[in-house]
């Protein structure tokens, strides 16, 4: 073998070194793109049982005058003005945040008043979770309400069903109100006063997987896909109990599920109108901008929206069926909506995010009614501007049934419904 030979053996076999070096890079690489979409996938469908405590509670007080006060790290959600929740204790205590009563700016804190605490030792709580519900449970409302089990597929869902006391007043129109992703029914409470001021019955709905529902046989979130057929249910009720018209309240995911609802239900022709705060429009826009904000690379998150959609991992995310992201989306549908729909939806939402809200209402302006809050955050419209978010819902409501009214008047009807 002459030196050519050799030298010639020795480049092949670098090469192939090389080569399998390469491939070996490439495989990990793949099955590290991989394993990260498939977490990300499962982190959405898989319902959590329970979420990190990242908000760390500085102090809880008493004030001279013995009101009970928090301080907690200043944030643009901490420092936003209204009336929020903490849960803590691994969401086995709740209390109701109120008003700023001080900041620190050295100390980088904020001091607001501690309304109620439910349950739990807020004392002894060391860190919590930033959230919109306020009421944790329907007796904070201080009205009528009874317990009530919705059939569905699956089981009996608990539902809360609110009569005004005026049942006079057109008892005959229901609100339906949905919560949203990871949430419980207790966060819909929010848009019941509204619906009784104007003299509605309200019906505030579990669906399944959330917890206080019967579960689906896989257990899984389906982004409004099949739960819209518990809520229908729930419409059925309704109906049943004497519903002639009805409007449903949408939080979040219950955005979505409304939309679906106001498409496929058999009790469509009885929706007069969908409320939906921080609506779901676009679950591909949603989850990539969700993705992006955690810092997740984008081949990672692009992935893992197809595995959602892929008969063939279905193991991986362990859906019964794929999730159909086309017949969600509501932006490249909107040619389809048929309902008139409030909108409200904060500016610096960053989970749901605010432009596909404005671009949807910016195609159909002739059933899209868009109302932008200045609020950081997902789901807080109400929290930082309540007289605003039922005022506009009064308002909006009472023109669509209303519509030969003066227009001044229509706005004073509004603002006693909004009191």
């Keep these: 073998m002459n030196d050519w030979e050799v030298a010639s053996r020795v480049a092949k076999k670098t ?135 919705i059939p569905t597929e699956h089981g009996t869902a608990p539902a809360w069903k609110f009569v005004p006391a005026d049942a006079s007043v057109a008892s005959n129109v229901w609100a339906i109100h949905i919560h949203g992703m990871g949430g419980t029914r207790a966060g819909a409470l929010r848009g019941v006063p509204v619906a009784d001021r104007l003299g509605y019955t309200s ?14 046989a896989y257990a899984r979130y389906t ?26 309240f949408g939080w979040s995911l219950g955005g979505s599920i409304a939309l679906r609802l106001a498409d496929l239900s058999a009790y469509s022709g009885y929706i ?71 909108v409200l939806h904060g500016k610096g939402d960053r989970s749901t995010p605010f432009d596909s809200s404005e671009l949807t209402a910016n195609l159909r302006p002739d059933l899209i009614h868009l109302v932008p809050f200045e609020v950081e955050g997902h789901s807080l419209e109400w929290n930082v501007d309540a007289p605003k978010w039922e005022g506009a819902v009064a308002e909006w409501i009472l023109r669509l049934g209303e519509a030969t009214r003066d227009f001044d008047e229509i706005g004073e009807l509004a603002d006693v419904a909004a009191e």
């Design 15 to 149: 090469v192939l070194r090389s080569l399998i070096g390469l491939t070996t890079v490439a495989t990990a690489g793949s099955a590290v793109v991989f394993l990260g979409a498939a977490y990300f996938a499962r982190q959405v469908v898989v319902p959590k049982t329970s979420r990190g405590e990242d908000l760390p509670i500085r102090r809880v007080f008493r004030d001279a005058d013995g009101s009970l006060r928090i301080d907690l790290p200043a944030s643009p959600q901490t420092r936003a003005p209204g009336r929020y929740s903490l849960w803590f204790a691994n969401g086995s205590g709740h209390a109701c945040i109120g008003r700023i009563t001080g900041m620190n700016a050295e100390a980088g804190t904020v001091t607001r008043s501690v309304e109620r605490v439910d349950y739990g030792d807020l004392a002894t709580a060391k860190a919590g979770i930033w959230s919109g519900y306020v009421f944790s449970k329907p007796d904070q409302l201080n009205l009528p309400y009874s317990e009530v089990q």
């Design 203 to 216: 019906l505030v709905v579990s669906f399944r997987n959330d917890r206080e529902a019967p579960a689906s």
């Design 223 to 248: 982004l409004g896909q099949t739960e819209w057929l518990d809520v229908e249910a729930a419409m059925k009720f309704a109906v049943g109990e004497g519903a002639q018209e009805i409007f449903l």
């Design 272 to 342: 007069s109108g969908l409320v939906l705060d921080a609506p779901v429009f676009d679950w591909t826009r949603t989850l990539t901008s969700n993705a992006r904000a955690s810092r997740l690379p984008g081949p990672m998150a692009a992935l893992g929206l197809s595995l959602m959609q892929s008969w063939a991992f279905r193991w991986v995310t362990g859906l019964e069926a794929p999730l159909d992201f086309q017949s969600l989306d509501w932006v490249a549908r909107a040619s389809e909506l048929k309902k008139p729909i409030l």
